[in-house]
């Protein structure tokens, strides 16, 4: 007879523990995934798919163990279960100190589901083809505007969670990601420029974020971009005032704020692949270390509505929390799981976890992944056109370009999708070939201006990859405008 | 609990998926996953992970309109669902004007490599042993101990394989016919057209894929059936193939090439000892980190250097440099280069795990442009 996933769960859970885990947690997860891509006039691309199974981390004898497997039946969870702790012991041999983990309350109800307001799985494929075909036509009514990729990917992820402190919640989480990108090329195809629609961000919503997004009626503004960039001038090389858009800042925040706030980056746990953090050790930067001027507030969230990273709990059942990583231009704490609050404790004060604990599917163990981390738009209503006015000699950069951070998150260099002179106040010529480079404190410390709450937007990226196997994350990143002291700017055809 | 599949398993589920389909043709493709790993940090065991991982992907096809699902229930009203909805999504499709034939039987390689399952080799016990790379890893690290900082500038590089693996295996991607005939390639002529015929690198170096070659043994076809066999994008320095799909093909009148097997760069012998022996002033680099593009009608990208980096005098390694941040053209600057080692594989992706093959030899390049210092360790 049929078994609901609670009680897979509840089973897998007293596996674990006949097997000897102190500590246990089990995810269910059915992740679907359907995926619309068109060039020109044609569809290129029209997939649907759903992936489940069971994953069981277990702590025994002070270390974790994981097994994973697509089998949902009675015997093959308990199985997986026992796995775990079978691992755990063997790990054990060489831990070098027990895990211990941070309180947590017990939610033996919860569910949560992204606050959706039209299910893009109900929508019909030729609804969606006609909505992406039709912004392409529009793209190329644009004289000089040749190609045209546009796409639009939905996610949901539905996740049954249970763990030996008592918790079982479920929760349901959406993403949808419309996307469209057009391409320029010069008549005697000695350049090519692109166009992406930055604007529009990847969200934690259904599908009222793909139409709101108007990408038909958008698509002609990002083709005369494309088109425009062709014959734009070539930055000269220098210092600038540099005034970022929220469509780009929002990327400088994920690498040079995000990435190294992530403690156990910090503490070398992750020193292999995705890097360590200039900001150690903890007790040499927590309430020491200023990360830019005193109007500067980031805060790590995992609840700000429509955002990628926002959840309930988080995969180890800890409900969703909001902080303070940067306050009033002081770095102030780190993010954080179970097992890595304690680390830091006697240094912020906090006992419980923030809840950065994530992993991509059933078939992964979670660790610490960045949460929704964003810049507080100032207290004065401030409005891009006003960082304009307020500049003399500058550079006004758009959408997300290159990108590229060294290992500890000091040395970046960003480009952009669209970039502007800004002269005695206004916007003046097209450039193109810029990207601004530097280093991260000396890069938020020249920030003088900052927008105000009007201005905010919510930025993100899908693709945050750390851990080994790498695991995917996505995240979203709020931020106003902000403008920024005499930076270099670089040319990067030179 | 559901295992990996066998071959017969996994032609019997192939079968069945294919029989449900009501559609005029479909094609699967399933893979069976299992993947262990151990992760130490900090000199201990952080976590550890088995999983076995099994896809299916159905395409199904209603004349020139098709559909794909994928799913992993492999049990049989799964199966039903997932096909079902695959003959139905195929129906609703737009028709693609540039549909190909589904493809008929057809033979390939004999390759006699297993899975990839380790640093530097398909078969476990020819891999490196764990104590001698910990070793070299631990000799680099203390050698690296007072890094000083270097004035950027161009500077003559000696790119240990590693390095070399990081930038060529870019040039991969780069490798289409269709983006370069359309004008947004590097390898777009201007006036239009390719640039396959031009003299590209230099002419000591070959650049090519081959899924049966013993330093590559990969799977020896795409994930569409297509076959895969040894070719050759550069030849002595001279482009000679990109990759044609079976569509761009048959509209310029070709044979479709297709990307896959690896890909190696030849051209020389000699360790990366004998390169730095070269060198009168320059720098050695142990590898690259988070190669990202800049510009890409001209192909820049940017990273940095990491994992130790030393300077040259005499040909003798002395002491070791901060890190450096660079934009370079992975094709212009096998255009520069003074001495190539002996091709060998190497772990040239990003995260350090397996991915497609990439062998490469050592390089000497003279005038590689680093842009600014970084302060990472």
Redesign the interface.
């Known amino acids: 007879g049929g078994v609901s996933l609670k009680e897979l769960c509840l089973l897998a859970l007293d596996a674990a523990r006949t097997a000897g885990a102190g500590y246990a947690d089990v995810r269910i997860v059915n992740t679907r995934?359907q995926s619309i891509s068109t060039r020109e006039s044609?569809?290129?691309?029209?997939?649907?798919?759903?992936?489940?199974?069971i994953?069981v981390r277990a702590l025994a004898a002070g270390?974790?163990?994981?097994?994973?497997?697509?089998?949902l039946t009675r015997q093959?969870c308990q199985?997986?279960a026992a796995?775990a702790v079978e691992?755990a012991r063997?790990?054990a041999r060489?831990?070098?100190?027990p895990v211990e983990l941070a309180r947590v309350d017990a939610y033996p109800d919860g569910t949560w589901r992204s606050p959706i307001r039209r299910d893009p799985f109900g929508v019909?494929?030729?609804e969606k083809?006609d909505l992406l075909?039709s912004a392409n036509a529009e793209a190329l009514r644009v004289a000089g505007a040749?190609?045209v990729n546009s796409s639009m990917t939905f996610v949901r992820q539905q996740t049954t969670f249970a763990s030996t402190e008592g918790s079982i919640i479920e929760q349901t989480a959406y993403r949808s990601i419309p996307s469209m990108t057009v391409?320029a090329?010069?008549s005697?195809?000695?350049?090519?420029q692109?166009r992406t629609s930055g604007e529009i961000a990847p969200m934690g919503l259904g599908y009222e974020h793909v139409e709101m997004s108007d990408l038909q009626g958008r698509a002609r503004e990002w083709a005369e971009d494309a088109v425009a960039k062709l014959s734009a001038v070539s930055v000269e090389p220098g210092q600038y005032d540099v005034i970022i858009d929220p469509t780009n800042l929002f990327l400088t925040i994920h690498e040079s704020i995000g990435h190294p706030t992530e403690l156990d980056r910090a503490?070398?746990?992750?020193?292999?692949?995705a890097?360590?953090s200039?900001l150690a050790p903890p007790e040499d930067v927590i309430g020491k270390l200023r990360f830019g001027p005193e109007f500067m507030n980031v805060l790590g969230d995992r609840n700000q509505e429509g955002a990628l990273a926002t959840v309930g709990w988080d995969d180890e059942g800890v409900p969703a929390d909001s902080w303070s990583i940067v306050k009033d231009g002081l770095f102030v704490d780190y993010q954080t799981t179970r097992e890595q609050v304690p680390w830091i404790s006697d240094l912020t004060g906090i006992t419980r976890s923030h809840g950065c604990a994530h992993a991509q599917s059933w078939?992964?163990?979670q660790?610490q992944r960045m949460p929704n981390v964003s810049l507080m738009p100032g207290e004065e209503d401030l409005v891009l056109d006003d960082l304009i006015s307020a500049t003399d000699r500058g550079i006004l950069i758009k959408g997300r370009g290159?990108?590229?951070?060294?290992?500890?998150?000091?040395?970046f260099?960003f480009?952009g999708q669209v970039f502007h002179e800004v002269n005695a106040g206004k916007i003046g010529r097209m450039l193109k070939?810029v990207?601004y480079?530097g280093?991260t404190l000396d890069f938020w410390n020249s920030m003088d201006m900052l927008g105000g709450p009007r201005s905010y937007f919510l930025g993100g990226t899908v693709g945050d990859?750390k851990g080994?196997?790498?695991q995917a994350n996505a995240v979203s990143h709020g931020c106003p405008p902000a403008r920024f002291n005499q930076f270099r700017v670089?040319n990067?055809?030179r | 609990?559901?295992d990996f599949l066998s071959e017969a398993e996994a032609r019997d589920l192939c079968d069945l998926i294919l029989a449900q389909s009501t559609s005029d043709g479909a094609e699967v493709n399933l893979s069976s996953v299992a993947?262990g790993?151990?992760?130490?940090?900090?000199?201990?065991?952080?976590?550890?992970?088995?999983?076995?991982?099994?896809?299916a992907?159905v395409t199904a096809r209603v004349g020139r309109r098709?559909?794909?699902?994928?799913?992993?229930?492999?049990g049989t009203a799964a199966i039903q669902r997932?096909v079902a909805?695959?003959d139905e999504?195929a129906v609703?499709?737009?028709e693609?004007?540039?549909t190909m034939p589904l493809l008929g039987q057809q033979t390939y390689e004999q390759g006699t490599g297993s899975g990839w399952t380790g640093a530097v080799h398909n078969e476990w016990l020819q891999m490196t042993s764990p104590r001698d790379l910990a070793a070299a890893a631990i000799g680099k690290a203390r050698r690296s101990i007072d890094a000083q900082p270097i004035e950027p500038g161009h500077y003559t590089v000696v790119l240990e394989p590693t390095a070399v693996g990081n930038l060529v295996q870019i040039i991969e991607s780069e490798l289409d016919a269709r983006a370069a005939d359309?004008?947004?390639s590097f390898f777009?002529?201007?006036?239009?057209g390719n640039s396959i015929g031009d003299a590209v690198i230099d002419e000591r170096l070959t650049l090519f894929s081959d899924p049966v070659d013993p330093d590559l043994l990969t799977r020896p076809f795409t994930r569409q059936g297509v076959p895969l066999r040894r070719t050759l994008w550069i030849d002595t320095g001279i482009l000679s193939n990109l990759a044609y799909d079976g569509f761009w093909a048959a509209e310029q009148g070709r044979e479709p090439t297709l990307r896959g097997g690896g890909i190696k760069l030849t051209g020389g012998r000699g360790t990366t000892d004998d390169l730095v022996k070269t060198v009168e002033r320059g720098l050695l680099v142990t590898r690259f980190?988070?190669?990202?593009?800049?510009?890409?009608?001209?192909l820049?990208y940017?990273?940095?250097t990491?994992d130790g980096t030393f300077l040259i005098e005499n040909g003798q390694v002395t002491q070791p440099v901060r890190?450096l941040?660079f934009?370079e053209s992975p094709i212009s600057m096998l255009g520069r280069v003074e001495e190539v080692g002996s091709s060998q594989r190497v772990v040239a992706s990003?995260?350090?795990?397996g991915g497609s093959p990439v062998a490469v030899p050592a390089l000497v390049i003279r005038d590689f442009h680093f842009?600014?210092?970084?302060?990472?360790?």
């Open positions: 995934t044609r569809v290129t691309e029209l997939s649907d798919g759903e992936m489940s199974g994953g270390a974790w163990g994981f097994t994973a497997n697509r089998g093959e199985q997986v796995e691992r063997a790990n060489a831990v070098r100190a019909s494929m030729e083809a075909l040749r190609f391409t090329v010069a005697d195809f000695s350049d090519f692109t503490l070398g746990y992750e020193a292999n692949y890097g360590t200039f078939d992964k163990i660790f290159s990108y590229s951070i060294d290992q500890q998150r000091y040395n260099q480009g070939d990207a480079q280093n990859s080994q196997p790498p670089i990067t055809a | 609990m559901a993947t790993n151990t992760r130490f940090a900090r000199n201990g065991i952080t976590t550890s992970g088995d999983v076995i991982v099994d896809r992907t098709s559909a794909s699902v994928t799913w992993n229930d492999l997932a909805r695959a999504l609703l499709a737009p693609d004007p540039e359309e004008g947004r777009s002529r201007r006036g239009g980190w988070y190669i990202r593009p800049v510009d890409r009608p001209t820049t940017t990273g940095l990491r890190n941040r934009i990003e995260s350090g795990g842009t600014s210092v970084s302060e990472a360790v």
